[in-house]
């Protein structure tokens, strides 16, 4: 069996699932719950000043759902803790003491001025947690008092805030970033310019659900009104990806850890993400959909995985596809990919032939002239866009396969062997010969 | 019509073998309707096929994935109007087409897991959702000042007069019966039709006006052909086969032989099926629908053992296997390679029936191998066929062959103004769904006929 124990800055767990900072890490009766049912770590959801806040109540969450109910998507509105500072400090220092070789990190959210993380930051640590999280990621209500996504939008504020955090804290202090921004690299790289030990991302994503048909008002509403919340869930795990990799493979910030964060609903996820430069993953809207347990699968898949290509820890793991990501400009414009039906496969929906037809390349011919649907591929327009795999209901019946010879019929051009991309190709006027 | 009734109770032929209780479960729905979260479920289902199998297999061109995707997208009047536009009967035939060799066995789901799409309990989802709220789709065009005869109430003839209606034509339909549906009404098996759902079906299609019914009226007697043909500018003949099959065995006329056609048209109409006379044991003559629908009601009503006598081998039955293992689930037995030989008598009432063991010859015909076999039977149904009444069109040199009225692809007949569908015409294949489609076309020859020039 792989070992699954986690090291992320020197907090071990011993698993690299941690629930992250939200409603399932609210209190210590939710938290045990979560130890016990197996989890490695908790960001503890975010402490802030007191008086602390109040939440609407009415509907927090709301979900994008398939038509068998399945949740794709969920969003929400809640604000950070809305119980005293003081209760949670007390819970916070009885977990760690019950579950010693759990991680419990605190998230916090503190207002742009230095008296209040000097304030704060020594008491939370008092507590015996292994880390603080920095919440500069909600995208909704605590951003309207300059805080969260507010600081998380400014590089400069993200710099100074970590600044304080790190002038009063001895433990590590992971960033979390917001992906309401344009360029995840300017948040990560003033994380570093901070002194930040990690990023956490992504936070959740600015979103309104849907109207309501009947009422046309926006759903859901707090008696009439409602507004925009953060959007996460398995819909968003294809943008946290992006820019965790996009961390991951920057010259500057390509040393700093990362909490890969966003959708992580099965351990085939947080193989994406730890591949893709994570060194741990977080975990929220999967518990708030099934609860507790999924961590189970969770381990056992991951540790399976690990196994069955001969890795010995997860750390054998991180980062091993972020080579494979480059810019465009890079792509081998030599390289040519054909789409390939299995007949044998083939159920003949032909869904492969009308989307090509309708709104790609007129590539997949059909024929039904001998009473049989066969569906067929034409090399000669074919451009190996991989529309016709993504939309194919039967798992690997369509393959793209490369040509590695002989001459592409759809451009007449011989196969190369040799690499050529954009920044060489004769229609870039700025190409470098 | 000949029939014999069943002269008097006796100590195997009685009323009240089952409860009321019990046969009214018996004769529930024999497929619930959906639900909407599992129509939802069942719709997600459906790939959208291109140039999709289902529609092509259906004899009424029903845009399938069309109507599923509407279904999906909580649109169903939208679905319904999709099925409704192209088979006005949608409804019924949601419920008693034969889907597992039409439309379902095309479903290309067949290939992936050997289970396709529920696609007549979708269609039945979408046309009960406007059929019981009373959505009307529909609506007349201008007056066409033509008028048509329909002969004959049941789906074809309605499919006919209700495309006729929208294009603007003024129909009288004409039926000997009291009600209207036709089979819809006295023929399918009560467990496919419930809660009096083809009366509901037939007023849901007549609220669009314009369709004038004379019931009571028929063919040869009240009306004639020849009439029709001079008081309308068009007639369409969809009245079905109005007499069954004989098995011309010389004492046919005993009690307890019985017609099975008619044996399922009292049991449709009547209000206390527990009261209907149910033998003990029940010998089913004939291998199509009408001898699985006779023999699972017989069970349902209590009859304690109940065979088909199939002359011939299971391949080549008419009722599907799906219809052949529905009678065998309801613990009817199907014997193959049975050919009636004699009716034995015990006093006044038939005891048993005798047959020929046949075996299939390599040319595909049977030969009787000199074995005989004899089934015990207080009840024997004839479910041989039915066959047109010729009484009344014979007269007016309309082309008939094999007993059934000539038409071309477009329905109509060696008569210039007279077109035909349904069970009556050659090659009709007893479906529901064709005789709506024969209708259907019909009505639309008869339209591009009626309007040429004009």
Partial sequence: ?433 | MSNNKIKSEGVNIKSHRLSKKEIEDNFSDLHSPLTPIEALIEADRCYFCYDAPCTKACPSDIDVPGFIQSIRSDNLTGAAEKILSENIFGGMCARDCPTEELCQQACVRNDHEEKPVEIGLLQRYATDSVLNNGVQLFSREENTGKSIAVVGAGPAGISCAHRLAVLGHKITVYDAKDKLGGLNEYGIAAYKSTNDFAQQEIDYILDIGGINIETGMELGKQITLEGLQKQFDAVFLGCGLGTVNQLNLHNENISGVIDAVEYIANLRQTNNKDELMVGKHIVVIGGGMTAIDIAVQSKLLGAEQVTIAYRRGKNAMAASEYEQALAKKHDVQIQYNLSPKQLIADESNVSAMEFDVMKLQNDGSTKATGENLTLKADVVFKAIGQKLVTEGLTDNSLELEKGRIVVDEHRKTSLTKVWAGGDCILDGDNLTVSAVQDGKLAAISINETLTQGA
């Avoid at chain 1, 950070?80 to 010693?100: A, H, S, Y």
């Avoid at chain 1, 999967?286 to 540790?303: H, P, Q, R």
């Avoid at chain 1, 790609?360 to 067929?376: K, L, N, P, W």
Wanted: charged share 20%.
């Fill in chain 1, 1 to 433: 069996m792989a070992d699954l124990t986690s090291n992320f800055l020197g907090i071990k767990s011993p698993n690299p699932f941690w629930l992250a900072s939200a409603p399932p890490t609210d209190k210590a009766y939710n938290v045990n719950r979560a130890f016990e049912a197996g989890w490695g770590g908790v960001s503890w959801k975010t402490l802030g000043e007191d008086p602390h806040i109040v939440n609407v109540n009415g509907p927090r969450y709301t979900t994008m759902m398939s038509n068998d109910r399945r949740v794709i998507g969920f969003n929400n509105i809640e604000l950070i803790t809305d119980r005293p500072f003081q209760v949670n400090l007390k819970e916070m220092r009885q977990v760690k003491r019950d579950w010693p070789d759990r991680a419990v990190v605190a998230s916090v959210m503190f207002p742009m001025n230095e008296a209040s993380w000097a304030k704060h930051i020594p008491i939370i640590e008092d507590t015996g947690i292994d880390g603080f999280e920095l919440n500069f990621g909600c995208p909704h209500g605590m951003s309207e008092r300059g805080m969260g996504a507010a600081v998380g939008q400014v590089p400069e504020y993200i710099k100074q805030a970590t600044e304080w955090c790190k002038k009063y804290a001895t433990v590590p202090v992971i960033v979390k970033l917001t992906p309401n921004i344009t360029d995840v690299i300017y948040p990560a790289e003033a994380v570093l310019e901070g002194g930040g030990d990690a990023v956490s991302l992504i936070n959740t994503i600015n979103s309104i659900m849907r109207v309501d048909y009947d009422s046309l008002t926006m759903f859901p509403t707090t008696g009439g009104m409602g507004t925009h919340g953060g959007y996460c869930g398995e819909a968003v795990k294809p943008i946290a990806l992006n820019m965790v990799a996009e961390i991951a493979r920057n010259e500057k910030t390509k040393n700093l850890p990362i909490s890969g964060i966003g959708g992580v609903s099965t351990w085939k996820d947080a193989v994406d993400f730890i591949a893709l430069g994570a060194s741990n993953v977080q975990v929220c809207t999967a518990a708030m959909v099934y609860g507790f347990k999924i961590v189970e699968d969770m381990k056992t898949g991951l540790s399976n995985f690990l196994d069955e290509k001969g890795m010995n820890s997860v750390d054998e793991l991180i980062g091993k596809a972020v080579p494979s990501v480059t810019d465009w400009k890079f792509l081998n414009l030599n390289h040519v990919d054909k789409a390939v039906i299995d007949q044998d496969k083939c159920i003949k929906c032909g869904r492969c032939h009308i989307v090509c037809e309708d709104t790609s390349h007129q590539a997949i011919e059909y024929s039904s002239e001998s009473g049989d649907r066969v569906f067929t591929v034409n090399d000669d327009e074919c451009v190996g866009c991989n529309l016709c795999v993504s939309v194919c209901p039967v798992v690997d019946c369509i393959s793209m396969v490369a040509m590695t010879s002989g001459t592409d019929p759809r451009t007449g051009k011989e196969i190369s062997s040799e690499v050529a991309d954009w920044t060489t190709h004769e229609n870039n006027p700025l190409k470098v010969s």
